[in-house]
């Protein structure tokens, strides 16, 4: 502080010197701020507390001049050259709010002090309306220009110009200048209410006035802004006052500060000692600015960045959880689960959670987010939205099922092509794996009895037990699921259901699984419980076998059809010999013996003489005797194998390449092709 004020003295001290010396060629003076200065001031302008020169203030509509208070010689003669010139200033133009900036302030060299005339705000306080554009106004100004007026022929609002007589100016550029070692210039805001320096030299003997802008940090550039070749000899008189002019806009103020100047005649300005020049004062509305100029445009882009990429986010959330639910869906509340939950518990449906597929879809694996209970998520697609209703009634009149040797539906989720089928998770998969897969995990006969008996529990609840009989329609080994005790436990019953009311695509199935059909069903297509205990017989002599119902491989040819090769060793009074292999004689030879024998009574082509679920529960546990086979098969046809089990004649005709007339081509061509 008492180094400043030193400073100020010292710079005031200079000014006499000068002064004193004004009658002598060589001037100068320098200001380091204008504390205790003695400029002449008039309009707006004036002298803060700390030192600044504040050539205007905020107030609208006004002007403001600041002149160094004694003459200065120019010129030798009257008539004589002008001399050479030079002067250095520091400046900052603060704008109330930066909405429209005002016309802006000059350096300038006047004949009179204070620019009597000079009242006219657009003209920045130089001229009046009659006096702007005289040759006798002998005005020379370097304007600092924050308005573009057409009238004076602007080329922008925010450029530098030299001014003779008149605000058309001889030549005017864009606020810019050359940065370190730079070719090109870099564009400046006069009205950013950052201090900028400003240079203007005039060479006596060349002609010439440069003048140069830089940022306060910056060194004076190497090249100036405006180079303009002009003999100010007819312009300046003999003596002559320096100073600065500024007005203010109509609409909104602006305040013009001089923080330092310098000025020679004959010789370089001394340059201004940057750091003692006095502070700007801290603005509210400079604040209030950088807020609307940064701080607004930047927290409006992010909002809108954040509103574009969060909705961007919700509706591919939306799409990809997308689920079709209907009115009528609604009754059906709790058993309808969130595709969203399955999508999680499935981790996305990934192929490691696979489990396997199935005729209707595949069947992932999942772990429910909400309870942690275990599901398997079987994925049907349908086609068409039509019986979609009933069938979803059917599914959740389904899902009230509940028995041991059933694995239950939970429940289920639509969406636009898929339909969702939540099911208990069975541990030990299907049981055509335990059967077929390599290596076999072979079930012991005592373990396969009990499945068997599992299964014929189940379905005797689906007929008989239920409120209404459901009709399996695909009773296989690969349906029947093995829970973690290895109880077997029917799965996808009516599912088959699907085909008929044509959601699912009528390609290449019949409801229902080859070998597993009875012949009356290929004839009728109408699924009944006898037709179930057609594929359970099937079922039956699989697991007693260890053998497909149809093995298109299987050597002698006659021995393809599980059920006609089983009644040929029965024939051949043995039976036994059909059981499977793997087994040795590990086994209980009557109870083998009974499941050949019902699987065999199971497969009769006769519905009528099929047992009932009931009747084949009581055989299994024994407490009703199996009647006498041969009496049966004879009594029925008379003529024996051949019309007793005319499902697998048609088989058999089929496997030797003619067409079975109870299957469908397409049937016919998965087999021969070795399908499912
Ligand atoms: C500007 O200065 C004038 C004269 O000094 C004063 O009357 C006026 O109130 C000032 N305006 C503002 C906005 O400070
Ligand atoms: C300040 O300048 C005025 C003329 O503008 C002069 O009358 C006065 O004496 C000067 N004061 C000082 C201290 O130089
Ligand atoms: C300059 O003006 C003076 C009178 O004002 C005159 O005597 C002199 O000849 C003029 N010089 C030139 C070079 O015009
Ligand atoms: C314009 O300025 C001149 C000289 O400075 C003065 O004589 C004249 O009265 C002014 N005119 C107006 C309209 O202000
Ligand atoms: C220029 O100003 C002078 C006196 O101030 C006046 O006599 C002359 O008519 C003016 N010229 C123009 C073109 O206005
Ligand atoms: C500098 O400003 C001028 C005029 O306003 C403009 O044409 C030019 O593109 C700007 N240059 C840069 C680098 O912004
Ligand atoms: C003005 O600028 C030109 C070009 O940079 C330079 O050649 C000349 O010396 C400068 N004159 C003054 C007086 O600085
Ligand atoms: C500068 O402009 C004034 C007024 O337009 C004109 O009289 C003068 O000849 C110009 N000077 C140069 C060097 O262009």
């Not at 133009?93 to 705000?121: C, D, H, K, N, Q």
């Not at 699984?513 to 419980?529: D, H, K, M, Q, V």
């Amino acid at each position: 502080m008492s180094f400043k004020l030193i400073a100020a003295i010292v710079a005031h001290f200079l000014v006499h010197i000068s002064a004193g010396a004004a009658a002598s060629d060589d001037v100068g003076f320098i200001y380091q701020g204008f504390q205790s200065s003695n400029l002449s001031l008039d309009g707006l302008a004036k002298i803060t507390n700390n030192g600044l020169l504040e050539v205007t203030n905020t107030t609208i509509s006004q002007t403001g001049h600041a002149f160094y208070p004694n003459r200065i010689n120019f010129k030798s003669t009257s008539n004589g050259s002008a001399f050479s010139f030079s002067t250095q200033f520091v400046f900052a133009m603060v704008p109330e709010l930066a909405v429209v900036t005002g016309p802006g302030m000059a350096f300038v060299i006047a004949p009179t002090r204070g620019l009597p005339g000079g009242r006219s705000v657009k003209s920045l306080g130089l001229f009046n309306r009659s006096t702007i554009g005289n040759r006798t106004n002998h005005i020379f100004a370097v304007e600092l220009d924050t308005f573009q007026n057409e009238e004076f022929g602007d080329i922008d609002g925010n450029h530098v110009g030299i001014d003779i007589n008149s605000l058309r100016s001889n030549v005017s550029r864009p606020a810019s200048y050359q940065a370190n070692n730079k070719i090109s210039f870099d564009n400046l805001t006069l009205s950013s209410g950052q201090p900028m320096q400003l240079w203007v030299e005039y060479d006596g003997a060349d002609r010439r006035i440069n003048v140069t802008l830089a940022p306060i940090a910056d060194a004076k550039p190497k090249t100036p802004l405006l180079s303009l070749s002009c003999d100010l000899s007819t312009i300046l008189q003999q003596t002559m006052y320096v100073g600065f002019s500024a007005s203010t806009s109509p609409i909104e103020g602006t305040s013009h500060f001089v923080l330092g100047w310098s000025f020679k005649v004959n010789g370089d300005a001394q340059a201004l000692d940057l750091s003692q020049l006095p502070k700007l004062p801290r603005f509210g509305p400079k604040k209030v600015s950088k807020l609307f100029t940064v701080g607004l445009p930047l927290i409006c882009t992010l909002l809108l960045l954040t509103v574009i990429f969060g909705s961007a986010y919700y509706l591919s959330r939306k799409w990809k959880f997308a689920e079709v639910l209907e009115d009528w869906e609604l009754a059906y509340g709790p058993h309808r689960f969130k595709y969203k939950d399955l999508y999680i518990a499935t981790k996305g449906f990934r192929e490691t959670e696979l489990l396997g597929e199935g005729g209707f879809g595949r069947v992932y694996k999942g772990v429910l987010p909400t309870n942690k209970v275990e599901v398997a998520v079987k994925k049907v697609s349908h086609q068409a939205r039509q019986g979609m209703r009933e069938f979803v009634a059917e599914i959740v009149s389904i899902g009230r099922l509940r028995h041991r040797n059933l694995v239950s539906l939970l429940g289920y989720c639509r969406r636009k092509r898929e339909l969702l089928l939540v099911y208990e998770f069975m541990p030990n998969g299907s049981l055509d794996r335990f059967l077929y897969s390599q290596p076999k995990y072979t079930l012991h006969w005592s373990q396969r009895f009990h499945v068997i008996r599992c299964v014929a529990s189940g379905l005797l609840y689906l007929h008989e037990e239920w409120e209404q009989v459901v009709i399996h329609r695909d009773v296989k080994a690969s349906n029947v699921l093995l829970d973690g005790e290895l109880n077997g436990r029917l799965g996808d019953f009516g599912l088959a259901r699907l085909y008929d009311h044509g959601t699912l695509p009528q390609t290449t199935h019949v409801a229902g699984s080859l070998g597993y059909l009875a012949p009356e069903y290929n004839r009728a297509g109408r699924a009944t419980t006898s037709t179930d205990v057609y594929a359970f017989g099937a079922f039956l002599l699989e697991v007693a076998c260890g053998r497909r119902p149809i093995e298109p491989r299987a050597a002698p040819a006659e021995n393809i059809i599980l059920v006609d090769w089983v009644f040929s060793c029965w024939k051949a009074g043995n039976i036994l010999q059909a059981v499977d292999h793997n087994l040795g004689n590990e086994y209980v030879k009557e109870e083998a013996e009974l499941v050949l024998k019902l699987g065999l009574l199971c497969s009769h082509s006769e519905p009528v003489i099929r047992p009932s679920m009931r009747q084949v529960l009581l055989y299994l546990e024994g407490s009703v005797t199996l009647p006498d086979l041969s009496s049966l098969i004879i009594g029925i046809s008379g003529i024996g194998l051949g019309s007793a089990y005319g499902g697998y004649e048609d088989i058999k005709s089929l496997s030797s390449s003619s067409t079975g007339k109870y299957f469908s081509h397409s049937v016919a061509e998965s087999l021969l092709s070795g399908g499912r």
